[in-house]
Every structure is written in structure tokens, then in C-alpha cells.
């Protein structure tokens, strides 16, 4: 019982932790193309602007 | 990836100055700035559609100096370009973006505005999405426990953190659905978030009361899963809706936003069209479209009707002809004196059209609301009446309250509320997958109740475009000459000349374009001519001068060039497949009748109607509809955009124009006709499984509702039902995915999407 006193916050806080990820992703728009996420995987450059 | 032919048509472009692509200052109007020099622009790219289309893009604007960050959204089919407003102390023009964009062989639009909308509820389900599902997991937990035995002060202590965690869930998750039933409630009428809102509060008001009273269940934790998988539904629902919208919509406008106006002084000046009025004498350089009706004072030129008629091949118009507002005036500069104001222009008789059709629509109802029509006054009958039975027997107002939550829990339109979405959105992925878009669901629903299709021809039959068809008799040499020649006209059959041969070798001499006639070139061999016979060899009457032209050499005859609209790919095979169906086909076309027929007889279409005006294929659309059909249109032209809209549900081919496409409730991206069977075949499939889930529905509650009312509804039985009939609901929609991909279009051919089409 008295574990539970410990435990009970330690699964809420990393819950909450999970949801607080997913909400930061959302908002940095990782959800915006999935589609085009799907095709950059297969891209071989590293994505940042070729500029010297 | 052979799918992208990119570049194939951005090397022919020398002669098409910027055409097609917004002008600077719009660009410019249009972009945010972003501070530190920096400009943003959104542009839409509706012919991206794979991961070679984003490196290509992306790779040829990185490539620019003046780009920092661009970046190809796939989803929405939007290029992101974040731009240096100077380079090198060089003003950077925003439309040498664009065409960078077109020379990779995309086509590159502008947004109109209103089109972001949309989105940011989108992202207020989706966050709504995730707290409820945080909250119903860790309440979950928490009641798996109470279930295994947790009991007296672990079991309050366990309900307590329930509660607590269920509270802000709800209020911050469930407020989509108590806003909407109060919309409802207070216009006196029920819809299926009535008894959701209602389940809910009075499940969390119950099981508080419960939990005070140190009671054993308590049902936050069905509660909070009901939210989570109506949200889910919901945001399925909405993201179907505003899928392929964004792409579709909101491209560039067809009208022209100005014209030069020659003053009786002789100045000219640059006016918006709204401006313009009838009388005024206007000035139309090859390129431009017409602004507003008017008749010609002078000059001569071929004109790209096909807004009007659906008719790619040019007419040519000499002074005193009139023209229509949004004709593309192809090869010569046109004095005009305007009719009519753009108010009563033709393109404004068009959209009138358009509007004028949409009633039709409007009426139809999707099948959720009508099955909450009914649903929701029955569950609350069913409630109401088990409080009522039970306070009959037992006289027990707390326990009769608690069944009461326990029916209205167990009947909560959680299995009803995926049935539709999850059908939906899986069957638009299968359909994205064909290369089909759908713009929103009840465009599916509408798909699977028609019985009869109505088929334009120039474009949608056909490709709308001439092909050269005896390339193999004429010389080789001459062949070259012509393409060579050809490269410098916008005539659709000179691009069809230059497009049949593989490399255009630059002809060096004086080339003039002479409108409505055709090119001559002065060279050291002499004068080639290629265009009419009239024209190219001086005998005049010569038949039929559309479908063929020579190439001459001062005058004698080398090789004569015949051309044909090809059909479109797998046209014949798509039109036996929809007898298969059991659908009438029909073809409805602006184009002259011994052509229709011709093509009727080709397909095995028995009815036909041709010479159309756009108002007479709205009433084509009409007169069927009162005859108690549901007509699936296909068609591309402006001409077809109000008969698209009139008609049950409307599909359009990619290559359409933008206000066809914006009509349209399917676009497909592939050349191949054998989409719009796909499509209806797709849909028919996804109205059976979306019967089927909702017979599934019905099922589950005929068993479950029982239960519920003697009692026996416990929190984990409630609990286990309802997540039972969701899941069965949603795998029940994937086996969509797994049926049948036999009739699915083959992939693209070649060039499967043509990027750039000249005219739209």
C-alpha cells in the first residue's frame, strides 16, 4: 500500500511526460506531412539546404 | 522512379514566358515577411506525389542563391519556400521561385486566401485526441486494479485519482460534444452528441457520487474511453473532409485580374477588370486571357475556347468577331472593345451557373446524420424507461439511476461514431493510393448510389490534346524541320509537333508567327511555311484545316502532318466496366455531333448529346435527376464546372481546369479513365462495409442493452463492451484494404502525370 503512494505519481508523471511529448510534436509540426515523412526516409541526403 | 518524367516539358518551354505563373507582385503581396530580410511564400504543387517529386523540388530551389529553406509538404501538396528578399543588393523576384518550381515539371499555383483554415481544429481534436486517451489509459490502470479486488480504502483512494484525472479530461476533451449538443438542444433538436454529453456528465455525476458514498463502481473510466474513441472518430471524420481540399481548392484563379486599356487619347494603362467598362477598347498580347466579352476591332489570332466549349482545338478570329471573358488568346495581339462589365461577363455567367446547381447538393444528407436521427431519441427512450421500470420494481432512485447510466453508457454511439469514419478514411487512402482524391466523405456516400455516368469528351474521354498519327510516314528530315519550326509557336498543334520528336534541333533564320494561319520561317534553304494548307502552299479550300498541317518549302508541299485527339488510356476498357457495374453511360459534350458520334460508336456508347453549352449540360444533369437518377459527371472543362457541381457527385482528371477541379468531389492524377470505375467500385465497397458496421453496431447493442438494463453492467463489462464493438468496428474497415486490388488502376503511364499542361 504505502508503495502506491510513490508509484501512483511516478506512472502519472511518466504518462504525462508522453503526452507532453506528443503535444510538443504536435506543435512543432511533425504531424504535418506524414505522407512525405514516409518517402524522406528513403532520402539519402542529410535534409539541410546544400549551401556552402 | 519513371513516374516523375520531371524536366520533359520545362526544356520545351522557351517560347511560354512564365506563362501560367503568377505575376511578381502577387508573390510578392502574397509572402509573409519573416524579419531579418526574409520572406516567406506558400505555394501549391498539386502534382507532387511521391518522394522523388520532393527531392527534385526541394533539391532545384535549394540549389537557388536566393532560397534559404524550402521544403514540399506531400500530404497537402504545398511547397514551402522561405526566401531572401536581396541577394548580392539584387531585389529577388518571387516568381523566379515559381519557375523554378515549373521547370522541375510541377505546376506551381498561389493559394487563394481562406484556405488555412481548417487546420486548427484539426490540431485542437487531435490534442483534444491525446489528452483523452492519456487520461483513459492511467484510469484504466487504476480500475484493472479495483476489478482484480482492490477494495475499501484502496479502492476510494483509486476512484478518487480517477476522478481527478477524469475531470479536466472531460471538460478539455468532451467540449466538442457538449457544444455541439447544446447547439442542438437549444435549436430543439437532437443529434448523436446529445446522448453522449448526456452519458458522460451523468456517468462522471453518478460514479462521484459513488465514489463520496464509498461505493464499488464507479465509471470514469468508461466515460473517458468513450470520449477517446468518439474524438477519434471525430478527427478521422474531420481530417477526411479537409484532405485533399487543401490541395484542390484554392489554386490560382482563371479569370485575369487586369487588362491594358487603350484611353481615346491614346495612353494605356493597366486596370483591374472590374473597371472595365463595355465600350472601352482593350489591348490582349498573345498569352493573355480575354478579360470580358467583347468584339474584335483588330487584328487576328487563334483562340483557345475551351473554356467555353470544351474544345481544345483553336478557332481563329479576325476583327469583328466576338470573344468570350476567358478564352486564352493563343497567337496574335488582339485589339478589343468590351461588350460587357466582368460582372456580366461569361465566367461570371459560369459561377453564377455553379451556384445557381449547388441546391442539389445541399439536400443530401450523410448517412451518421441520418442514422442519428433515429439513434438518439431511442437511446434516451431506452434509458428513460429503464429508470422508470426500475423505480417501479424497487422504488430504489439510486440504483435506478445507476442502470439509467449504465444504458445510456452501454448504448453511447462509440462503435456508430468510427463506423463511418474509419470506413471513410481507409477507403480515401485506398483510393490516394489509385491516385484518386477524394475531397470529403459524403463525396463516397454519393459515389456508391449512382446509376448513371455522364461523360464529357475533350478531356476527359480524350486527352484533349492533338497527336501527331503518321509520324512514321512522313521524312524524318521534314518531321524535324516542322518540330524545329514549331518550337516557336503555342498553337497546341505545334506542341504536339515538337513533342512527337525526341530532340529539337534550333532552326537558324527569322521565324514569324502569322495568327491564325501559322509560322513562317526565312532560312538559307528559303522560306518554310508550316500551318494551313491555304497557307503553307497558297491552294485555298482546303478541308478540314485543324487536323492536319503541312510544312512547304517556298510554297511546294513536303510532308503533311496529321493529327488526332487520342483517347484517353484505358477509355474503352473503363466504359465496358461500367456496363459491368450496371451504370448507363452518356456523353455529354460542347463538340461538334459528327465527332460525338464518332466517338460513341468507338466506345459503344449508345447515348450521346453534343453541341453543349455549359447551361445545357446543367440541364442534362437536371432532366436525369428528375427522372430519378443519381448522376456520377466526369468532366474537366470550365464548361462542365456547373454540370459538375449539378450532378450527384463529380469527378474531374487532374489535368482539368482549376475551377473544374474545384467543382469536382474525386480528382484523379492519373492519365488512365479506368480511375472513375476504381473509384466507384472503392466507394460501393466502402458503403457495404459501412452497413456492415453499423449492423455490427446494432448487433452489439441488442446484446449488450439487455445486460444493461437488469443490471448486469457492470464497469467491466461496460469497459469490455464497448472497446469490443469499437475494435470489431475498425478491423471490420481495414478489410477494406486487403480486398480485392485487382481493379485497382496500373501504375501510372510514362509521364503518368503530365505536370505542366499549357492550357488549362
Known amino acids: ?44 541526403g542529410d535534409g539541410r539546404p546544400e549551401k556552402d | 522512379m519513371s513516374c516523375c518524367a520531371a524536366g520533359v516539358e520545362g526544356a520545351l518551354d522557351i517560347d511560354r514566358p512564365g506563362q501560367g505563373l503568377p505575376p511578381s507582385e502577387e508573390l510578392w503581396l502574397a509572402s509573409h515577411a519573416l524579419g531579418d530580410g526574409l520572406r516567406q511564400t506558400e505555394l501549391s504543387a498539386p502534382g507532387v506525389h511521391c518522394g522523388a517529386c ?83 489509459t492511467n484510469i484504466m490502470l487504476l480500475s484493472v486494479s479495483v476489478w482484480s479486488g482492490a477494495d475499501a480504502a484502496t479502492r476510494d483512494l483509486f476512484h478518487w485519482i480517477s476522478a481527478m484525472i477524469a475531470a479536466p479530461a472531460m471538460i478539455y476533451s468532451g467540449r466538442f460534444f457538449y457544444q ?26 453518478m460514479s462521484l457520487h459513488e465514489t463520496i458514498g464509498h461505493g464499488e463502481h464507479a465509471w470514469f473510466d468508461a466515460s473517458v474511453t468513450l470520449l477517446f474513441f468518439l474524438l477519434i472518430g471525430r478527427t478521422l471524420d474531420h481530417m477526411m ?54 468584339r474584335v476591332l483588330s487584328g487576328a489570332s487563334d483562340l483557345d475556347r475551351s473554356v467555353v466549349n470544351g474544345e481544345s482545338a483553336p478557332v481563329a478570329v479576325s476583327t469583328g468577331d466576338t470573344v468570350q471573358a476567358g478564352t486564352l488568346n493563343l497567337t496574335g495581339p488582339l485589339t478589343l472593345e468590351a461588350t460587357a462589365a466582368a460582372r456580366d461577363s461569361f465566367l461570371a455567367e459560369i459561377m453564377g451557373l455553379m451556384e445557381a446547381a449547388e441546391g442539389g447538393r445541399a439536400r443530401y444528407r450523410r448517412i451518421a446524420d441520418r442514422a442519428a436521427r433515429y439513434y438518439s431519441p431511442a437511446v434516451h427512450l431506452l434509458a428513460l424507461l429503464s429508470f422508470i421500470g426500475w423505480m417501479l420494481i424497487e422504488g430504489d432512485v439510486r440504483h435506478a439511476m445507476l442502470i439509467a447510466v449504465a444504458v445510456l453508457i452501454i448504448t453511447c454511439p462509440c462503435a456508430l461514431g468510427l463506423a463511418v469514419p474509419v470506413v471513410q478514411v481507409v477507403a480515401a487512402g485506398r483510393l490516394f493510393q489509385g491516385g484518386v482524391m477524394v475531397k470529403d466523405g459524403s463525396a463516397m456516400e454519393r459515389l456508391s448510389e449512382i446509376d448513371t455516368v455522364l461523360l464529357d469528351k475533350t478531356g476527359t474521354l480524350t486527352m484533349g490534346e492533338p497527336r501527331l498519327v503518321n509520324a512514321g510516314e512522313v521524312d524524318p528530315g521534314a518531321l524535324a524541320t516542322a518540330a524545329a519550326i514549331a518550337l516557336h509557336s503555342r498553337h497546341p498543334i505545334a506542341t504536339a509537333l515538337h513533342e512527337a520528336t525526341a530532340a529539337v534541333q534550333p532552326l537558324v533564320g527569322e521565324i514569324r508567327e502569322i495568327p491564325g494561319a501559322g509560322i513562317e520561317a526565312g532560312t538559307s534553304d528559303g522560306v518554310y511555311r508550316l500551318g494551313s494548307r491555304a497557307f503553307a502552299c497558297g491552294d485555298a479550300g482546303a478541308a478540314n484545316g485543324q487536323s492536319e498541317a503541312i510544312l512547304s518549302l517556298d510554297g511546294r508541299e513536303l510532308a503533311c502532318f496529321r493529327f488526332e485527339d487520342r483517347l484517353r488510356p484505358a477509355a474503352r476498357e473503363s466504359a465496358d466496366a461500367l456496363f459491368r457495374l450496371g ?17 460513341a460508336r468507338r466506345l459503344g456508347i449508345a447515348k450521346w448529346r453534343a453541341e453543349l453549352s455549359p447551361r445545357g449540360k446543367v440541364e442534362a444533369c437536371a432532366a436525369a435527376a428528375e427522372g430519378g437518377h443519381r448522376v456520377l459527371m466526369v468532366g474537366d472543362g470550365i464548361n462542365d464546372a456547373p454540370a459538375l457541381r449539378a450532378a450527384h457527385v463529380s469527378m474531374a482528371p487532374a489535368t482539368a481546369a482549376d475551377v473544374g477541379r474545384q467543382a469536382a468531389d474525386f480528382v484523379f492524377m492519373h492519365q488512365g479513365l479506368d480511375a472513375v470505375p476504381f473509384a466507384i467500385e472503392t466507394s460501393r465497397r466502402a458503403g457495404r462495409l459501412i452497413r456492415q458496421n453499423f449492423a455490427l453496431a446494432i448487433g452489439y447493442n441488442v446484446i449488450a442493452v439487455p445486460v444493461a438494463i437488469f443490471g448486469y453492467a457492470t464497469p467491466l463489462v461496460a469497459a469490455v463492451a464497448m472497446s469490443t464493438s469499437s475494435l470489431i468496428v475498425v478491423f471490420n474497415a481495414l478489410r477494406l484494404k486487403g480486398l480485392g486490388t485487382a481493379t485497382a488502376p496500373a501504375a501510372p503511364h510514362g509521364a503518368g502525370l503530365r505536370p505542366v499542361r499549357s492550357v488549362p
Open chain 2, 54 to 136: 520532393i527531392t527534385t523540388i526541394e533539391g532545384a530551389l535549394r540549389k537557388r542563391p536566393d532560397v534559404e529553406r524550402a521544403r514540399v509538404n506531400l500530404s497537402s501538396r504545398r511547397v514551402s519556400v522561405v526566401w531572401k528578399e536581396e541577394v548580392a543588393g539584387r531585389r529577388s523576384d518571387p516568381r523566379e521561385i515559381a519557375r523554378a518550381i515549373r521547370d522541375c515539371g510541377y505546376e506551381a499555383h498561389l493559394f487563394a486566401a481562406g484556405v488555412e483554415e481548417g487546420d486548427v481544429l484539426l490540431k485542437q481534436l487531435i490534442r483534444a485526441v491525446a489528452v483523452a486517451g492519456f487520461a483513459a
Open chain 2, 241 to 294: 473532409r479537409g484532405r485533399a481540399r487543401s490541395a484542390i481548392s484554392g489554386l490560382a484563379r482563371l479569370s485575369p485580374r487586369g487588362a491594358t486599356v487603350v484611353n481615346p487619347d491614346g495612353s494605356r494603362d493597366y486596370r483591374p477588370v472590374d473597371e472595365i467598362k463595355p465600350g472601352e477598347r482593350l489591348l490582349v498580347a498573345a498569352g493573355e486571357r480575354i478579360p470580358v466579352d467583347g
Open chain 2, 583 to 599: 451504370l448507363t453511360n452518356g456523353i455529354l459534350s460542347g463538340d461538334r455531333e459528327p465527332v460525338v458520334a464518332a466517338l
Open chain 1, 1 to 44: 500500500m504505502n508503495t502506491l503512494i510513490y508509484l501512483i505519481p511516478i506512472a502519472l508523471f511518466l504518462g504525462g511526460l508522453g503526452l507532453a511529448a506528443f503535444l510538443w510534436a504536435l506543435k512543432s509540426g511533425q504531424y504535418e506531412d506524414l505522407d512525405g515523412a514516409s518517402w524522406r526516409v528513403l532520402d539519402d
Open chain 2, 180 to 205: 455541439s449538443a447544446w447547439n442542438a438542444l437549444r435549436h430543439g433538436h437532437t443529434n448523436m452528441d446529445v446522448p453522449i454529453a448526456l452519458a458522460v456528465t451523468l456517468s462522471y455525476g
